[in-house]
């Protein structure tokens, strides 16, 4: 059960209309959003900040941003945010392929190295303490520009926020986003958990 239950979509008209954005990413609105809207500036910043970090500037695609974010909520532990990254990389091309191999990332073929150090990278600085050293940021300036990296460390900021939000009101989790955690994560021990 959540700490606080979400509102209905159409209850602030302004955040329902930023929040449209999410019928493109997840297909429905989060109900991490719906929650926020009891603050509505805190929504309306949030959908703003979500925009501006993932919007498409050059080379980091809707679809590694969505795998960094994946690995930043398997790092924390957020259930809810795990299915909803999963879910929203398969939107952006993720095939089921890549989404299987996501947990063993640094083993397969499947990934390239520049993306292979933009997961460690998001994984380290996902962790608390936090575990970003020297190696992992010379890894990552190695195939990565500073403007990409302030990107990609945008999506893993994003997530921390997310990460901390479900998991301390264990939000409800849609069920679109179960049908996805249940397709690509269910395998290796996902579950709803505190969410469902």
């Known amino acids: ?5 979400p509102l209905a979509a159409d209850h602030d008209s302004e955040v329902a209309e930023l929040a449209r954005f999410f019928n493109e990413t997840l297909g429905f609105p989060p109900n991490s959003v719906l929650t926020m809207q009891r603050r509505p500036a805190i929504a309306k910043a949030f959908i703003a900040l979500n925009k ?3 919007e498409n500037r050059g080379r980091v695609t809707a679809e590694q941003k969505r795998l960094i974010g994946y690995i930043a909520s ?3 532990g957020c259930r809810y945010c795990q299915a909803h990254t999963v879910r929203a990389a ?18 397969s073929d ?3 190295p520049a993306e292979k ?3 460690a990278f998001a994984q380290a600085a996902s962790s608390v303490p936090n575990a970003v050293d020297e190696a992992i940021g010379a890894d990552l300036k190695t195939h990565w520009t500073d403007d990409e990296i302030v990107e990609i460390l945008g999506v893993i900021a994003l ?15 849609e069920a679109g ?16 958990g505190k969410h469902g």
């Open 1 to 5: 059960m959540p700490l606080v239950e």
């Open 52 to 54: 501006a970090v993932m």
């Open 74 to 76: 398997l790092t924390a």
């Open 90 to 107: 398969e939107r952006y091309g993720g095939s089921d392929e890549r989404l299987a191999e996501i947990w063993t990332y640094e083993r």
């Open 110 to 112: 499947l990934f390239t």
């Open 117 to 119: 150090a933009a997961f």
């Open 159 to 173: 997530f921390g926020y997310l990460n901390r939000w479900n998991d301390s009101m264990a939000t409800s989790i």
């Open 177 to 192: 986003a179960v049908e996805s955690g249940e397709k690509h994560l269910a395998a290796r021990g996902w579950t709803p």
